[in-house]
């Protein structure tokens, strides 16, 4: 859903500032974990272009 993807983003971005930020938020782990899975995001997170923000 849009949400799963909202909350993979901004948990990507609270991972850029503290890579250990998201322990305390298991569900929020787990849920980016889910939807690093779907083949079209896994492919486009592995082959994607890469940017600084």
């Known amino acids: 859903t849009w949400a799963d993807l909202f909350f993979y983003d901004l948990g990507e971005t609270i991972l850029q500032c503290d890579r250990n930020s998201l322990n305390t938020y298991p569900w ?3 849920n980016r974990a889910e939807v690093a899975k ?3 995001i896994a492919e486009y997170l592995k082959n ?3 940017t600084p923000f």
């Open 28 to 30: 929020l782990k787990q």
């Open 38 to 40: 779907q083949p079209r």
């Open 48 to 50: 994607g272009p890469k």
